[in-house]
């Protein structure tokens, strides 16, 4: 299947619309292939999120979303008391898949408000819940530019000359485009500011690896693929200016979670002076979890940690533990960047509000 209308030079939209179905960029394949998936019923949906074909915290939000609406398709039934209620198995479903990324659960009580509030046929819920995923993931990508633009208010001022690291791919194939960490990168790169990017490899699934720097290639930005060893070493010698991460929830503390391996890079870039920031959609707050210490820690496939590709790295004998993610602690956290500006941790709450709007 040809490439276009999904990535083109700067433009990737890992999970769109056509004609009558989903269709994914596989994320399991990059950078060696470029295969799009179609996805046409709800299940299907659940399996792309669970193995990860589509990843990344607004992007998984934006296709259960779709999930939803596909599932809502499938529903065979006329009477809409009969149809809610099979819809909230397609959500528990789509629930079921990933744990620690919020915009998930977010996104799905979304479409099952969308339900809920409206007194209409079935085949008007339908149509009502398509056009509610289509919405989502428009307004994800405006996020993301919002993101990119409010990021560059608190970079350091240094023109043509910003070296940026960052951890895990929160790039335009985590959201529905342009990306939150990787989209203030990209919009530091846009107006001139941007000398460099750091990308940590990201152990063990390498998505900095195999995606940050495909994302950098498609767009011509520089970039320095490391370890996540590295990182320490880098600041050390005084090459990395700010860091800037993606989230998969964030407490009303502030407390993040996102990649395995974040929580050592703040800790690093806390050791050297260097700002640290976090860079989310307000979907991504989990207002309802006071500390990061109550936000789900999804543990994956030991096989990750054993293997790298096909090959088995240690011995019979050796036992595993595979955390996807990790909480960095609020006071490591120099600023979270969200489309509505940029906020201290321990002043997160004023966005409180808004979720209510
Ligand atoms: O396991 P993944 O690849 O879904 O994890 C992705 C991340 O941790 C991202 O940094 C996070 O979701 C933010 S994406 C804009």
């Known amino acids: 299947m040809s490439s276009a209308p999904f990535a083109s030079v700067s433009q990737v939209y890992p999970v769109v619309w056509v004609q009558?179905?989903?269709?994914?960029?596989?994320?399991?394949?990059?950078?060696?292939?470029?295969?799009?998936?179609?996805?046409?019923?709800?299940?299907?949906?659940?399996?792309?999120?669970?193995?990860?074909?589509?990843?990344?915290?607004?992007?998984?939000g934006v296709a259960a979303a779709y999930g939803m609406a596909l599932g809502a398709r499938e529903i065979e039934t006329q009477d809409r008391g009969k149809f809610l209620s099979h819809l909230e198995q397609v959500a528990q479903q789509l629930r079921q898949t990933r744990p620690t990324a919020v915009n998930l659960f977010w996104a799905i009580e979304r479409m099952l408000r969308v339900a809920r509030q409206t007194v209409a046929p079935v085949?008007?819920?339908?149509?009502?819940?398509?056009?509610?995923?289509?919405?989502?993931?428009?307004?994800?990508?405006?996020?993301?530019?919002?993101?990119?633009?409010?990021?560059?208010?608190?970079?350091?001022?240094?023109?043509?000359?910003?070296?940026?690291?960052?951890?895990?791919?929160?790039?335009?194939?985590?959201?529905?485009?342009?990306?939150?960490?990787?989209?203030?990168?990209?919009?530091?790169?846009?107006?001139?500011?941007?000398?460099?990017?750091?990308?940590?490899e990201t152990r063990p699934r390498l998505q900095g690896a195999k995606l940050t720097t495909w994302e950098c290639v498609q767009e011509g930005i520089p970039v320095t693929l490391i370890t996540d060893g590295m990182a320490a070493h880098c600041m050390q010698r005084g090459l990395v200016d700010a860091v800037v991460v993606g989230a998969d929830r964030i407490a009303a503390n502030g407390d993040t979670a996102n990649k395995i391996g974040t929580y050592s890079l703040a800790l690093v870039a806390q050791a050297h002076g260097v700002p640290f920031y976090v860079a989310a959609p307000l979907s991504t707050i989990d207002f309802s979890l006071t500390t990061g210490t109550q936000i789900p820690i999804e543990e994956r496939d030991p096989a990750e940690v054993y293997q790298v590709g096909e090959t088995v790295i240690c011995p019979d004998g050796v036992s595993f533990y595979n955390p996807a993610f990790d909480v960095t602690p609020a006071w490591l956290i120099a600023g979270i960047i969200t489309e509505f500006g940029v906020f201290k941790p321990a002043s997160l709450t004023q966005l409180q509000e808004r979720v209510a709007q």
């Open 20 to 60: 009558d179905r989903v269709v994914l960029i596989d994320q399991t394949r990059l950078p060696q292939e470029y295969t799009l998936v179609e996805i046409s019923r709800s299940e299907d949906m659940a399996h792309a999120i669970r193995t990860m074909i589509v990843r990344g915290a607004p992007a998984i």
């Open 123 to 200: 085949t008007h819920l339908q149509q009502l819940l398509l056009e509610e995923a289509q919405r989502l993931g428009e307004e994800d990508v405006r996020t993301c530019e919002a993101i990119g633009e409010q990021g560059l208010r608190v970079l350091p001022q240094s023109p043509g000359e910003l070296r940026l690291l960052t951890h895990c791919n929160a790039g335009a194939l985590a959201t529905a485009g342009y990306g939150t960490a990787l989209g203030v990168v990209r919009s530091a790169w846009r107006s001139g500011r941007l000398e460099r990017l750091y990308a940590d």
